[in-house]
């Protein structure tokens, strides 16, 4: 349960760090400007997929609840 919790804070961490850097840099990796519409579709697909990896971590959590018990 410890891990699972450890995982959890890394992963939001994670996820929040990656948002500003989207957020707040100028230029993409193919050296376009970056204007509202690219960063709110760039923060979508990595929220998607936070979403995603969530939905896994929550049926881990109630594996190890259940495990436990």
């Given amino acids: 349960m410890k891990l699972w919790k450890i995982v959890s804070v890394c992963e939001l961490l994670i996820f929040i760090i990656g948002i500003l ?12 400007v970056n204007t509202s519409d690219n960063k709110f579709a760039s923060i979508t697909v990595v929220a998607i997929t936070f979403a995603i990896l969530a ?8 594996v190890i609840k259940k495990r436990d018990n």
């Fill in 55 to 62: 939905i896994i971590q929550f049926i881990w959590f109630k």
């Fill in 21 to 32: 850097f989207l957020w707040f840099r100028e230029v993409d990796g193919s050296g376009a």
